[in-house]
């Protein structure tokens, strides 16, 4: 790994052993795109691969006048105004009205490691050795403006990371109207554009289209990174698929409005850009104030969406969540949400615990309901202190008895909402986001606080430690069930207006980062509705969320696959919950929930008292099966083998490190009558070594190349019958 500067050519070459990123200064000192992808080898100086076939037709050319047009180069960093008709990176509008920027190379420093991005989450290094950051410094003259881009390039990963700064160098103010995190522009538009879209309860769907002339463009303006459409997107070549191809995948570290889009020009070049959405976005700059922009993680494959995938998994692992729970095994937990919801006495609450004790559940949570006048969704929220006619001894007293079975214990907050019927709100109508004069929208019947405010923040921080220190809390899970709208900040001057989105989001990093320093110990999960906002800026502070409120096994089964590739199995929240479906209505086998929910973080979401006897045992024999394999689960390598998307078989499975051992996930959806064969060729494996599969042993090689048969009872599959079923299999040298 390292970073060189060839001084002759102004050129940056970035490089591990797996990929090269090259980055040169242009003919007018801006700072121009080479090459993102396999390795190169290193060399003094780079031709740029588009500044060849001028000049065109109706292209404009200023510096050095018309032998160079920015519309026919790579760039770092473009902005909109000048000689390139393509969308911009950024855009600035200066005091005299103008948005034409002109920012020139200046200076660069290389350093070990990677710095912190101030009040947002990124990528770190767990040593300095691990990864080296680059800093390009330009500057705008005529106005002031000084950007610096980062990149820092990992030894270990085919991945590089990006931001950049603004900060105003002059003496008047201005305005940043758009400032994305990061531009890749390619030298042809081959590409099928990947993206990971739903709603509520079917979040995280791939979808792929060609790119065609033109911008394709995916984002979210609900104030989160949202259900609809997920801030993770690949560009991949039409050829490319899981095991085999290139792809470049696109992440961004954040959970706030986003932009995606890439732009197919008439020249044949494509540009990708990725970062917070402009939409109502504008930050005023003061003399000498700067923004950050999030940062965007950039990762890149010759082997297809499958190691894409498992570079963005290990990356996140280990580079990106922290705390003691980031690589640990996670506790199989019951939740009783699905089984109660806000219906309950601390009686109810101990009777669903001491069944989940008997089935050797670890961690119970208490959901929603437990606080205020929280009897339903209309009221409580805001409150943050038990509701003793549910809790008689509060949160402190039933953690004990909690604690005293044998059993850790958890809780569920809504920190960023508020109902009209609270006290909190009756004390602060000003508070919530809104428009004076016009209407609140409502949504489940609450609003937003307003966490652009470091008084909101501050308030409610002091009212869940309170609950937490008065308490032994082993786990939290973070909600967040509306989106924003009338997105206004009282009291905030009416040219600030355009930093509420950002300064919101930077409100609820704030809150995490406090309480996750204060409690080092506490496992979090994130959680909107479900899988609202799941993404890698909140992995940052809470290393799973909770994947869906869908917990049909066949949706899940959906959602956990499209999840997967842009997300770690450790990072997905799977609970087996009761049938019929509260969602779906689909009464699935209670074995095929714990084999979709296994690939994930584990737990129940339903009262274990209602079970049968046999169905009982069978939970205690899921638990322990979980107990046994749940590390090779949530740290193994995973790999997609047949999408739940395209057939009614669906298969995965997960190799530990040294590929010795292996589970493999096999799904059905639709029973045929009198069906074919059905093959599923593993992967992942190492092609000499003997494998045990039940009572058959067979290499490596065979078990990738000619496949196994999951109707073969030698390896303890069998014809299953009826819809909607399942069989794991291990797999161990
Ligand atoms: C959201 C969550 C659920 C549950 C409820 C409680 O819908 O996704 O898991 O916590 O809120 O109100």
């Known amino acids: 790994m390292g970073i060189i500067y060839h001084e002759k050519s102004k050129?940056?070459?970035?490089?591990?052993?797996?990929?090269?990123?090259?980055?040169?200064?242009?003919?007018?000192?801006?700072?121009?795109?080479?090459?993102?992808?396999?390795?190169?080898?290193?060399?003094?100086?780079?031709?740029?691969?588009?500044?060849?076939?001028?000049?065109?037709?109706?292209?404009?050319?200023?510096?050095?006048?018309?032998?160079?047009?920015?519309?026919?180069?790579?760039q770092e960093n473009p902005s909109f105004g000048g000689t390139d008709l393509r969308d911009g990176a950024f855009a600035m509008q200066y005091a005299n009205g103008s948005s034409v920027t002109h920012a020139v190379f200046q200076s660069f420093e290389i350093r070990e490691g990677k710095p912190k991005l101030k009040g947002l989450p990124a990528a770190y290094t767990n040593e300095d050795a691990e990864a080296e950051t680059l800093v390009i410094r330009c500057y705008d003259e005529l106005t002031g403006l000084t950007v610096l881009l980062s990149y820092t390039i990992f030894r270990d990963y085919p991945i590089i990371c990006r931001n950049v700064l603004y900060r105003n160098d002059s003496g008047v103010e201005m305005t940043l109207q758009k400032a994305l995190s990061a531009t890749l522009d390619l030298t042809d538009q081959e590409y099928e554009w990947m993206q990971f879209t739903g709603a509520w309860g079917r979040e995280r769907e791939p979808i792929t289209r060609k790119l065609q002339p033109g911008i394709t463009a995916i984002g979210s303006n609900r104030g989160?990174?949202?259900?609809?459409?997920?801030?993770?997107?690949?560009?991949?070549?039409?050829?490319?698929?899981?095991?085999?191809?290139?792809?470049l995948g696109f992440s961004l570290v954040y959970s706030g409005n986003f932009l995606a889009q890439a732009e197919c020009d008439s020249y044949g070049q494509t540009r990708f850009m990725m970062g917070i959405s402009p939409m109502n976005f504008a930050w005023k700059l003061t003399p000498g104030e700067e923004f950050q922009t999030p940062e965007a993680v950039l990762v890149y494959t010759k082997q297809g969406l499958n190691h894409l995938s498992r570079s963005l998994h290990h990356f996140y692992r280990n580079q990106l969540s922290r705390g003691i729970w980031k690589t640990k095994e996670r506790p199989i937990l019951l939740n009783n949400w699905e089984a109660t919801q806000m219906n309950f006495t601390e009686e109810s609450i101990l009777k669903i615990a001491a069944k989940g004790k008997e089935a050797g559940v670890e961690l119970f949570v208490l959901d929603d309901g437990w606080f205020g006048a929280r009897d339903d969704?209309?009221?409580?929220?805001?409150?943050?202190?038990?509701?003793?006619?549910?809790?008689?001894?509060?949160?402190?007293?039933?953690?004990?008895?909690?604690?005293?079975?044998?059993?850790?214990?958890?809780?569920?907050?809504?920190?960023?909402?508020?109902?009209?019927?609270?006290?909190?709100?009756?004390?602060?109508?000003?508070?919530?986001?809104?428009?004076?004069?016009?209407?609140?929208?409502?949504?489940?019947?609450?609003?937003?606080?307003?966490?652009?405010?470091?008084?909101?923040?501050?308030?409610?921080?002091?009212?869940?430690?309170?609950?937490?220190?008065?308490?032994?809390?082993?786990?939290?899970?973070?909600?967040?069930?509306?989106?924003?709208?009338?997105?206004?900040?009282?009291?905030?001057?009416?040219?600030?207006?355009?930093?509420?989105?950002?300064?919101?989001?930077?409100?609820?990093?704030?809150?995490?980062?406090?309480?996750?320093?204060?409690?080092?110990?506490?496992?979090?999960?994130?959680?909107?509705?479900?899988?609202?906002?799941?993404?890698?800026?909140?992995?940052?502070?809470?290393?799973?969320?909770?994947?869906?409120?869908?917990?049909?096994?066949?949706?899940r089964l959906k959602i956990q696959y499209g999840t997967s590739y842009g997300y770690p199995l450790s990072s997905m929240g799977a609970h087996v919950s009761a049938v019929p479906n509260q969602q779906t209505g689909r009464s699935i086998d209670l074995q095929t929930r714990a084999d979709v929910a296994?690939?994930?973080?584990?737990?129940?979401?339903?009262?274990?008292?209602?079970?049968?006897?046999?169905?009982?045992?069978?939970?205690?024999e899921q638990i322990v099966f979980m107990k046994k394999y749940r590390g090779l689960l949530q740290d193994g390598d995973l790999y997609r083998l047949q999408s739940p998307f395209s057939g009614d078989k669906a298969a995965w499975m997960v190799v530990s490190g040294d590929r010795r051992q292996a589970i493999l996930g096999y799904y059905t959806a639709e029973k045929y009558a009198n069906e074919g064969r059905?093959?599923?060729?593993?992967?992942?494996?190492?092609?000499?070594?003997?494998?045990?599969?039940?009572?058959?042993?067979?290499?490596?090689?065979?078990?990738?190349?000619?496949?196994?048969?999951?109707?073969?009872?030698?390896?303890?599959?069998?014809?299953?019958?009826?819809?909607?079923?399942?069989?794991?299999?291990?797999?161990?040298?």
Not at 229 to 237: G, S
Not at 409 to 428: C, K, Q, T
Not at 489 to 499: A, V, Y
Not at 601 to 619: A, P, R
């Open 11 to 74: 050129q940056f070459h970035l490089w591990n052993d797996e990929i090269s990123y090259i980055i040169a200064v242009l003919p007018n000192d801006e700072i121009g795109h080479v090459y993102f992808g396999k390795r190169l080898k290193n060399r003094e100086e780079y031709s740029y691969p588009s500044d060849l076939r001028y000049p065109k037709a109706m292209v404009c050319g200023m510096h050095d006048r018309e032998s160079f047009s920015l519309e026919l180069v790579g």
């Open 224 to 247: 989160s990174s949202s259900p609809n459409m997920n801030p993770f997107v690949i560009l991949k070549r039409p050829t490319c698929d899981e095991m085999q191809g290139e792809a």
């Open 377 to 555: 969704d209309y009221r409580g929220l805001g409150d943050w202190v038990a509701n003793t006619q549910k809790l008689p001894e509060g949160m402190g007293g039933l953690s004990r008895k909690i604690n005293e079975m044998g059993l850790q214990f958890g809780f569920w907050i809504e920190p960023e909402m508020v109902n009209e019927d609270s006290d909190l709100y009756r004390a602060h109508p000003d508070w919530v986001l809104h428009v004076p004069g016009r209407d609140l929208s409502l949504g489940r019947h609450q609003l937003v606080l307003d966490y652009s405010k470091p008084e909101v923040v501050d308030c409610i921080y002091d009212m869940l430690t309170a609950v937490i220190d008065g308490a032994n809390i082993a786990y939290i899970k973070w909600d967040m069930n509306r989106t924003i709208t009338e997105c206004y900040s009282i009291g905030r001057d009416s040219t600030e207006q355009g930093k509420t989105y950002h300064a919101y989001i930077l409100g609820v990093y704030d809150l995490y980062e406090r309480l996750t320093t204060r409690y080092p110990e506490i496992l979090f999960e994130s959680c909107a509705s479900g899988g609202g906002r799941f993404d890698a800026g909140l992995l940052y502070y809470a290393p799973q969320a909770w994947c869906s409120d869908n917990t049909d096994a066949y949706s």
């Open 598 to 620: 296994c690939f994930g973080t584990f737990g129940y979401e339903l009262d274990l008292n209602e079970l049968s006897d046999e169905e009982f045992e069978k939970v205690k």
């Open 678 to 733: 059905s093959t599923v060729r593993l992967a992942g494996l190492d092609p000499d070594l003997l494998y045990h599969v039940g009572s058959r042993e067979l290499y490596g090689d065979e078990l990738m190349e000619r496949g196994i048969d999951p109707t073969d009872p030698a390896i303890g599959g069998y014809e299953t019958e009826g819809d909607y079923t399942s069989r794991l299999f291990i797999i161990e040298a």
